[in-house]
């Protein structure tokens, strides 16, 4: 697992790959910016390229004209300290220690401390590692992700890890560059074997998953072992590959069976066992895996009506009553109409499924549903 030092921004020369940032959004012309602040834009050079004991002195006079604070060593060292909690947090999924991360974080952020682009970096790697992050978060996070990426030359060698699971996160996509890479850090191959997964490229999803998966073993990352479980089932799935699917996610429910606070990822294979059950016909599991269920998800609740409706119509038709919402604006009404109307009438309309929020094997399993 990465381990990060920030011995380097213990030094002025490091600020200044930021400070060129910063200039830029205040003025087009550098030059013309640093003479108006009484700063001799040679001797800005000359500390740029080759350190001198001036730096300090215009480093404190930029940080100040832009009102943030610089930092001691002391601090800083919290600051290694603390950030590298957090990294062994997200790498191990210790969710129950985010919010205080957060919390941190934002502090620090308000604070002002000059070396903030590290708290926004950590920040980022949180929000896209959250097991609460939202679907569409290229699109909600961009902005922070376009901000990140401008500070760059300022994270310089010890962050660019971080910056490639970034990277390959916010790309809109990812092509053969990306997909033939060697990488060094295991989240890197964790958010490829995910997108991949999305983007229909399930056999390079499945290399992504099986070299992300020796690397956890070696560090006992159990949770993530599970996850990455998780991507390969679906993987299976998508591939119709129902049987491997199954039992893989047999194998996983009796290994979590036995094991306190996993409830989510227990949760988790449920679904995408009761998924490899369906695509098998093996509609009475996915009834006695899902029957008693806790707040169904969509998919899980279209897997439990095409199974009652295979091997029995009433219950089917109860489920359904007790299942359409009155809203019919609602998601969920206008899928189970939809899924009405296929598993009754009409099976052309199977492709119009793709518009909700459910797992798209479905497509593919109700094609060959009687």
């Known amino acids: 697992m990465k381990k990060f030092k920030l011995n380097e921004y213990k030094d002025f020369k490091q600020y200044f790959n930021l400070l060129d940032v910063l200039i830029k959004t205040e003025s087009s012309n550098k030059e013309l910016f640093l003479e108006e602040i009484n700063i001799s834009p040679s001797s800005y050079r000359r500390v740029k390229k080759d350190g001198n004991k001036i730096g300090d002195t215009i480093l404190t006079k930029l940080a100040k004209y832009f009102k943030y604070n610089l930092c001691k060593s002391t601090l800083i060292d919290e600051i290694e300290a603390k950030i590298n ?66 500070y760059k030359a300022f994270y310089g060698e010890e962050f660019e890890e971080i910056l490639e699971i970034l990277d390959v996160t916010f790309k809109e996509e990812l092509d053969d560059y990306y997909l033939s890479n060697d990488y060094v850090n295991e989240l ?153 109307d296929i598993l009754h009438n009409n099976k052309k309309r199977i492709y119009e499924l793709d518009q909700f929020n459910i797992n798209k094997c479905i497509l593919e399993i109700l094609k060959k549903c009687k």
């Open 188 to 340: 890197t191959y964790h958010t490829l074997a995910s997108r991949c997964t999305v983007m229909g490229r399930y056999l390079e999803s499945i290399y992504f998953c099986n070299v992300v998966k020796n690397k956890y073993f070696v560090d006992e990352n159990y949770k993530r072992i599970y996850f990455i479980n998780l991507i390969l089932m679906a993987n299976y799935n998508y591939l119709l590959k129902f049987k491997k699917a199954n039992l893989l996610a047999q194998k996983q429910l009796l290994n979590l069976e036995s094991i306190k606070n996993y409830d989510l990822e227990y949760q988790l294979t449920k679904g995408a066992y009761a998924i490899t059950c369906l695509g098998l016909k093996d509609y009475k599991e996915v009834i006695n895996v899902l029957h008693d269920k806790d707040g169904l998800t969509l998919t899980e609740l279209v897997s439990l009506l095409i199974s009652f409706y295979n091997i029995d119509i009433k219950k089917y038709k109860d489920l359904y009553e007790e299942y359409i919402p009155t809203n019919e604006n609602s998601e969920t009404y206008k899928c189970l109409v939809l899924l009405y």
């Open 85 to 150: 909690i957090i990294y062994f947090d997200i790498y191990y999924k210790n969710y129950e220690n985010y919010s205080n991360h957060y919390e941190w974080l934002e502090e620090m952020i308000n604070k002002r401390y000059i070396i903030f682009p590290i708290f926004k970096l950590f920040k980022l790697l949180m929000i896209v590692n959250d097991k609460n992050n939202p679907i569409n978060i290229q699109n909600i996070y961009r902005e922070l992700y376009n901000e990140v990426t401008e």
